[in-house]
């Protein structure tokens, strides 16, 4: 899982980002998504699926997998560049800071949006190796069979945000939450002191 590197988002293209999405759209209903369906829901121009695909799996944002149902599947790095281009485009966040903590359930960074203000982003991280119950102690994906952690990353986001805005709506003392996209939630810096 390892520390955020996102030096590489600024050399992603438009098509970069068009496979990476396609095939988090194909992931909805297949763990391992084959190559034809990446190519056909990505729909470039001038096909180049194939080498698009090769040089994420070689950035490590995608994974291949081999075998009788051989594809690719994202992994958390091209999830959170995801996630980062379309907080980016929305204006919530303009440059990524240092690492402030890391949980068994998240990774937590400094961001700045545009205007210089700090705020935090928090990074679900879902099914690591310490914490492999939560498909049976929380009620994430309740009458499905199996769920992806990625997924299952995403809906603990959705619901931490909005638990937060109705918290701090009725003043309890919580950050007050700026954004979320997918796994990833922003909120404001709280200054506090260590316990």
């Known amino acids: 899982m390892g520390r955020l590197n996102v030096t590489m988002l600024r050399y992603l293209s438009r098509e ?3 496979v990476l999405t396609a095939l988090e759209m194909g992931m909805k209903n297949h763990e391992i998504v084959p190559t034809p369906l990446i190519a056909n829901i990505a729909n470039l121009k001038h096909g ?3 080498k698009i695909l090769k040089e994420l799996v070689r950035s490590k944002l ?4 081999s075998g009788k149902n051989a594809g690719y599947r994202l992994t958390y790095p091209g999830y959170d560049y995801l996630a980062l281009k379309t907080l980016s485009s929305r204006d919530v966040i303009g440059s990524i800071g240092n690492q402030i903590g890391t949980g068994k359930e998240s990774d937590v960074y400094i961001v700045a949006n545009d205007d210089g203000q700090q705020l935090v982003m928090k990074l679900q991280r879902l ?3 310490s914490f492999r119950k939560i498909k049976e102690k929380r009620d994430y994906h309740r009458h499905r069979k199996n769920a992806s952690w990625l997924y299952l990353s995403r809906l603990a986001a959705m619901k931490e945000f909005a638990f937060m805005k109705a918290l701090h709506e009725n003043g309890f003392p919580v950050p007050k939450p700026v954004d979320y996209n997918r796994h990833c939630v922003i909120m404001e810096l709280v200054d506090g002191y260590p316990l």
Do not use: K, Q
């Open 16 to 18: 970069d980002f068009r």
């Open 127 to 129: 099914g690591r190796t």
């Open 48 to 50: 180049g699926c194939h």
């Open 62 to 65: 995608i994974m291949y997998e």
